[in-house]
C-alpha cells in the first residue's frame, strides 16, 4: 500500500539541488532527507513560515519534526513533488494497516497545514463511505467498523467533515446490516465500541455522529 513512485523520482532532484534538511521524528525512527523550499514552502503554512520568518530554522535552512512520523512525511512528499494521493487498495480500506497509515498521514497534514491535502482525503474517505452498501464486506468485520471510526475521527480533527446525509447513509448501513450478525462479524457494533472509547472526541464528529444516530 505505497505510493506508484516516490518523491526522489521527481524531476526536481535530476535538475535542482535541494536546499532544505527535513529531520523527522526521533530516536531510532528518524529519517533525515533532502528536498526543495521551492516545492515544500507553498502549499504548506507551516513550512512557508519556517523558512521565511526569520526563525532558526531560516538561517540553518534544516527543520526538525519531532511529532510526525516518517510513514506519514513520505506520503505527504510523495504528494508535494507528484501531486499524488496515498490510496489504500479497494479489499483494505480500512483495515489495521491501511488505518494506521491514514492516521500518520493526516497527523502529518495537519501539522504541516496543507489544505489542499486535507481537501483530497476528505473527498477520498467520502467517497469510500459513499461505496459501503449492505453487500459491503466492511458490514461484515467488527475490527474494520472500528477503523473507519478512526479514520473518520481523524479527518474531523484536521478541521474537515463527512457530508451529513452521507454520514447517515453509511451509519444506515452499517445497523441495517449488522444486525445479521453476532458482534464478533458486526462492523456496527465495532463502529459503536470504538466511538464509545474515543478520548478526547472531536465536538463537530460527536454532532454529526448523534446526528445519524438520531435518525436510525
Same mark, same amino acid.
Given at each position: 500500500?505505497?505510493?506508484?513512485?516516490?518523491?526522489?523520482?521527481?524531476?526536481?532532484?535530476?535538475?535542482?539541488?535541494?536546499?532544505?534538511?527535513?529531520?523527522?521524528?526521533?530516536?531510532?525512527?528518524?529519517?533525515?532527507?533532502?528536498?526543495?523550499?521551492?516545492?515544500?514552502?507553498?502549499?504548506?503554512?507551516?513550512?512557508?513560515?519556517?523558512?521565511?520568518?526569520?526563525?532558526?530554522?531560516?538561517?540553518?535552512?534544516?527543520?526538525?519534526?519531532?511529532?510526525?512520523?516518517?510513514? !506519514?512525511? =513520505?506520503?505527504?512528499? @510523495?504528494?508535494? #513533488?507528484?501531486?499524488?494521493?496515498?490510496?489504500? $487498495?479497494?479489499?483494505? &480500506? +480500512?483495515?489495521?494497516?491501511?488505518?494506521?497509515?491514514?492516521?500518520?498521514?493526516?497527523?502529518?497534514?495537519?501539522?504541516?497545514?496543507?489544505?489542499?491535502?486535507?481537501?483530497?482525503?476528505?473527498?477520498?474517505?467520502?467517497?469510500?463511505?459513499?461505496?459501503?452498501?449492505?453487500?459491503?464486506?466492511?458490514?461484515?468485520?467488527?475490527?474494520?467498523?472500528?477503523?473507519?471510526?478512526?479514520?473518520?475521527?481523524?479527518?474531523?480533527?484536521? !478541521?474537515? =467533515?463527512?457530508?451529513? @446525509?452521507?454520514? #447517515?447513509?453509511?451509519?444506515?448501513?452499517?445497523? $441495517?446490516?449488522?444486525? &445479521? +450478525?453476532?458482534?464478533?462479524?458486526?462492523?456496527?457494533?465495532?463502529?459503536?465500541?470504538?466511538?464509545?472509547?474515543?478520548?478526547?472526541?472531536?465536538?463537530?464528529?460527536?454532532?454529526?455522529?448523534?446526528?445519524?444516530?438520531?435518525?436510525?
Amino acid at each position: 500500500m505505497t505510493s506508484t513512485y516516490t518523491y526522489e523520482s521527481s524531476q526536481y532532484f535530476k535538475y535542482s539541488t535541494p536546499d532544505v534538511e527535513l529531520i523527522v521524528g526521533q530516536g531510532e525512527d528518524k529519517v533525515t532527507v533532502q528536498v526543495h523550499e521551492s516545492v515544500i514552502g507553498p502549499p504548506s503554512e507551516f513550512f512557508r513560515a519556517a523558512l521565511n520568518v526569520g526563525l532558526k530554522e531560516t538561517n540553518e535552512r534544516k527543520i526538525h519534526l519531532l511529532t510526525i512520523t516518517w510513514v !506519514g512525511m =513520505e506520503e505527504v512528499l @510523495n504528494w508535494l #513533488y507528484r501531486r499524488e494521493v496515498w490510496r489504500p $487498495k479497494r479489499h483494505k &480500506r +480500512f483495515s489495521a494497516e491501511a488505518t494506521a497509515k491514514f492516521v500518520a498521514i493526516l497527523d502529518a497534514v495537519d501539522f504541516l497545514q496543507i489544505p489542499q491535502l486535507k481537501d483530497e482525503y476528505q473527498k477520498m474517505l467520502e467517497e469510500f463511505i459513499a461505496t459501503i452498501d449492505i453487500n459491503s464486506p466492511l458490514l461484515e468485520s467488527q475490527e474494520e467498523g472500528g477503523c473507519l471510526a478512526i479514520v473518520l475521527h481523524e479527518l474531523y480533527k484536521i !478541521g474537515r =467533515e463527512i457530508d451529513g @446525509n452521507r454520514f #447517515y447513509l453509511f451509519m444506515k448501513n452499517l445497523k $441495517k446490516h449488522g444486525s &445479521r +450478525f453476532p458482534d464478533s462479524m458486526n462492523g456496527f457494533q465495532g463502529f459503536r465500541e470504538v466511538t464509545n472509547e474515543l478520548k478526547e472526541p472531536n465536538t463537530r464528529f460527536l454532532h454529526d455522529l448523534c446526528k445519524a444516530y438520531s435518525y436510525l
